[in-house]
């Protein structure tokens, strides 16, 4: 079974409007969880790295108030993208890492409308 | 410069065939690469991982490293059409963290 649940798979929301997106480690402390977008065809990008009870680091281009972080416990990260547009339609996944795991979640496709 | 560069794609083989699948990093300095497979509209799964410069066999897969050239690769023996999908080399560099940088992916299909 998955180690990393990421839910929720597939949403749909209207332009303007917010959406979360949680990623949960089942069976491990997810000490570090990578955020990373996926446009068709092309590869992973980095979004953001948060350590549990720290704030999240941005890669470059990214806009920290729209996609707000949180990793407040070792078994729990969110990623919520506020003031959804069109152009944020993606696939979303994260990967959570502990002291020997790394795995990923089953990715969300977010289409704004 | 991209810092992990894959030919796009796609590679196409007949089934039974041995697909090879290319990558090339440009920090010298990394440790660890890792080959993920991805279908179309799901997340990535690993297959392989490799530290050491030379090849690693798991079932129908070898990964091989060349750190001097700074190349890996991965070969594909018997390929099958459940194979068809994007392979995605994966570079952990001398930054702590656990982090990985993607190359963009060669897509392969596997014909019958």
């Known amino acids: 079974g998955a180690v990393v649940s990421q839910h929720p798979s597939r949403v749909i929301c209207k332009s303007g409007t917010s959406v979360k997106i949680e990623c949960r480690s089942l069976?491990?402390?997810?000490?570090?969880m990578f955020w990373y977008r996926q446009f068709p065809k092309q590869s992973l990008m980095l979004m953001a790295t948060s350590n549990e009870g720290s704030k999240a680091t941005y890669e470059q281009g990214v806009e920290k108030d729209k996609f707000l972080i949180n990793h407040a416990s070792l078994t729990l990260s969110t990623l919520t993208v506020t003031s959804a547009h069109p152009e944020d339609s993606s696939f979303y996944i994260c990967?959570?890492?502990?002291?020997?795991?790394?795995?990923f979640g089953q990715g969300t496709r977010l289409t704004v409308v | 410069q991209k810092e992990v560069e894959q030919n796009s794609g796609p590679l196409s083989v007949p089934e039974g065939a041995i697909a090879s699948l290319n990558c090339t990093y440009s920090?010298?300095?990394?440790?660890?690469f890792f080959w993920y497979r991805q279908y179309s509209g799901k997340s990535p799964e690993l297959i392989m991982f490799?530290?050491?410069?030379g090849d690693k066999e798991d079932g129908r897969f070898t990964a091989q490293l060349n750190k001097a050239s700074q190349y890996v690769s991965l070969l594909i023996r018997d390929s099958q059409p459940s194979d068809s999908a994007t392979y995605l080399c994966a570079v952990m560099g001398r930054v702590a963290g656990n982090m990985l940088t993607f190359g963009g992916g060669t897509r392969l299909m596997v014909k019958p």
């Open positions: 920090d010298r300095g990394s440790q660890s």
């Open positions: 069976d491990f402390q997810a000490t570090t």
């Open positions: 490799i530290y050491s410069n």
């Open positions: 990967r959570a890492t502990g002291n020997t795991e790394a795995f």
